[in-house]
């Protein structure tokens, strides 16, 4: 049995095979949100095959399965990076998981440098698109035609507009811009991130791409959401620390979670 069939089976054990309508991926500090879980039924990631171990203080590793604003939600608290393994797929089968659970969509948050002043520490930023710096893809090895994985609108327009609509309800100010995936865990040099903003992005980061790549894979819908808990290097003086981050994202946690409820109350009214 595959690590997939084998996790989709402890899942559908837990929660007698209930669907799920939305995955949710929450990055580095902002596991507060999955306390907004209704009814939640939760699983350690060490309970299902080929969920990673998560390392990086932020990152429970569990999974969540209940309702936020009524929407059956399946949350992923906690993610395992690139930089943790060296292994660009090990999201994998926790991505796939989603799609097998009956997930159209998949939201995902991380925190992440600014490149634009105007866009400091706690705000929130909507990913449009993304840059792949790394040079690595989680499909690496892959066989079989559906590893050549079309990212034309890999940022679902639709998705963004009720983001958008959320934001614009909750009185959010909800900046947009290109997300840039460098490795890490190194921070980025400032050479680097002038570099960055030649090619065109807004913000950089160690996360989400791959997570993106996967989801488009399995057919899944997609919105990304930054939380920005620093200027990136150069663009400010200060030098950065884990601590800082982790500090920041706490600070906004509070309004991604406000802009997610906001979305998610009327996830469904957009169906009628
Ligand atoms: N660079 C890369 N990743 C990050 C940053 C940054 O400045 N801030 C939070 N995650």
């Keep these: 049995m595959s690590d997939v069939d084998a996790a989709t089976d402890v899942i559908n054990g837990r929660t007698g095979g209930a669907q799920f309508r939305v995955g949710l991926i929450l990055g580095s500090g902002l596991g507060a949100l999955a306390d907004a879980v209704e009814g939640a039924t939760i699983i350690p990631y060490g309970d299902l095959p080929g969920f990673p171990a998560t390392g990086v203080a932020g990152h429970e590793g569990r999974l969540l399965l209940g309702h936020l604003a009524g929407v059956p939600v399946a949350v992923l608290q906690g993610r395992a990076h690139y930089y943790e393994t060296g292994c660009a797929d090990v999201m994998k089968i926790p991505v796939r998981a989603l799609a097998r659970l009956g997930c159209e969509s998949l939201l995902l948050t991380n925190a992440a440098g600014s490149l634009e002043p105007d866009a400091g520490p706690g705000s929130v930023m909507l990913i449009t698109d993304h ?40 009185r959010i100010a909800l900046p947009e811009g290109v997300y840039m995936w460098f490795s890490g865990p190194h921070y980025e040099t400032a050479a680097e991130v002038r570099a960055a903003r030649m090619l065109g992005a807004n913000a950089v980061g160690m996360s989400t791409v791959p997570e993106v790549i996967l989801a488009r894979q399995a057919g899944l819908r997609v ?30 946690a509070t309004t991604v979670q406000r802009l997610l409820l906001a979305f998610f109350a009327a996830y469904g009214d957009h169906e009628k």
């Design 223 to 252: 919105a990304a959401l930054s939380i920005i808990t620093n200027l990136a290097t150069g663009v400010a003086e200060a030098p950065l620390t884990h601590a800082v981050v982790m500090e920041n994202a706490a600070g906004a």
């Design 131 to 170: 840059i792949n710096f790394t040079g690595v893809s989680p499909l690496f090895g892959e066989t079989g035609n559906d590893r050549f994985v079309d990212l034309t609108g890999a940022y679902d327009a639709d998705l963004a507009g009720r983001l958008r609509d959320a934001a614009r309800r909750e």
